[in-house]
């Protein structure tokens, strides 16, 4: 199950999300339902690791069904997004379908989470840029580095907008700075003889680090630096 790659390009994973297929009983020789009980084999290349099936969607899944679910590996495997996999029934020493990964480093998914389950439809069908595009929508502000070994592309795609070494969605860019104004606008009204908000008070209720946090003040051509401190400039 070894795999050679090069230094850091590929994170072994013990969790991923992945579209799983139940064969048809004509292909397969044999008709099978898929549930979360019983005792399951993942073969991905040359490796083979016990894995624990959760189904994303309260439902068994039937020959010729289709379902998203969360993968539990035992052992860690070098899977990114794209790769198929091939699953076994390990009691009943049979075949009964596979499937493709979709993410390769998921947070732990509770099942019938609507907002989880519409990310792993989008990624199903989106190219590799678009993959990108939807993670970060999906968690708002989120490190590049993360975001791309998750969607397996190497460079961020145009169009995604940066803060230092995250990724932020528009949505989220917009709180954002509307954070910074009402928060400089309100230490104004309470302490209209201080020449500024200290910069680091500012920051620490964004709760960004510094590198993500200039690059967004950067961006605000109407808040004024003066020293350590930080004002509306009108």
Do not use: C, W
């Not at 139940?22 to 399951?40: I, N």
């Not at 994303?56 to 996999?85: C, H, I, K």
């Amino acid at each position: 199950g070894d795999a050679v790659v090069r230094p850091s390009s590929i994170v072994p994973t013990p969790r991923v999300d992945a579209l799983i297929e139940v064969l048809d009983e004509r292909v397969a020789g044999h008709s099978y339902e898929l549930t979360e009980k019983g005792a399951h084999l993942l073969y991905a290349g040359s490796a083979e690791t016990p894995v624990v099936i959760k189904l994303l969607e309260s439902r068994p899944v039937g020959p010729n069904g289709r379902a998203f679910a969360q993968l539990y590996m035992r052992d860690p495997l070098p899977l990114t997004r794209g790769d198929r996999f091939v699953l076994r029934d390990a009691g009943r020493i049979l075949t009964f379908g596979g499937g493709r990964v979709l993410d390769p480093l998921p947070a732990p998914a509770r099942r019938g989470r609507s907002l989880h389950l519409e990310l792993l439809r989008e990624l199903q069908d989106v190219d590799d840029a678009g993959a990108v595009s939807a993670i970060v929508t999906a968690e708002g502000l989120i490190d590049a580095t993360t975001a791309l070994a998750r969607a397996g592309i190497k460079d961020v795609p145009a169009g995604v907008r940066k803060l230092g070494p995250l990724l932020v969605s528009d949505d989220r860019y917009k709180e954002l700075t509307e954070q910074v104004h009402a928060t400089l606008a309100e230490f104004h009204k309470r302490r209209p003889l201080e020449p500024g908000m200290p910069r680091e008070q500012l920051r620490g209720a964004l709760d960004l680090d510094t590198s993500s946090f200039d690059p967004l003040l950067e961006d605000l051509n109407d808040v004024v630096a003066s020293g350590a401190t930080l004002r509306l400039a009108s």
